[in-house]
């Protein structure tokens, strides 16, 4: 399989109600965990649901952040896809701990495609002629 990126999707609870209705505080926990995560952002959305709730999203270089919280059940929902060098898992353990969230499921998907042959040979050409380059 041509690995494309790691995509994780998790469940936290457990969080404060007032921390999950807070967008600036949101906003600070997606920014974190975008340096530590070692991403690169190019544009972030937060908006505040009334009466309460949070969503907020960060378009990164290496793919994107997702963030949707519940405070009146202490939870949120987080969704990071990351490609190249970028490191989700980290990235994630700051956001759980910025919203403290006492309980998390998290699933890990490999993302990517199984290339044919004649794909293969066509991606080790461009990749021999990317470190060319470089």
Known sequence: MKKMGTHLVVDAWGSP???LNDP????QALIEGITVGQATLIDLCVHQFSPHGVTATATLAESHIAIHTWPEYGYFAADLFFC???KPKEAMKLIETA?????MQERQIDRGFIPS???EREIEKFEKELCAVV
């Open 17 to 19: 109600a007032d921390l």
């Open 24 to 27: 600036e505080k949101i906003r």
């Open 84 to 86: 190249g060098q970028g």
């Open 99 to 103: 919203l403290q969230a006492t309980h």
């Open 117 to 119: 042959p004649e794909m």
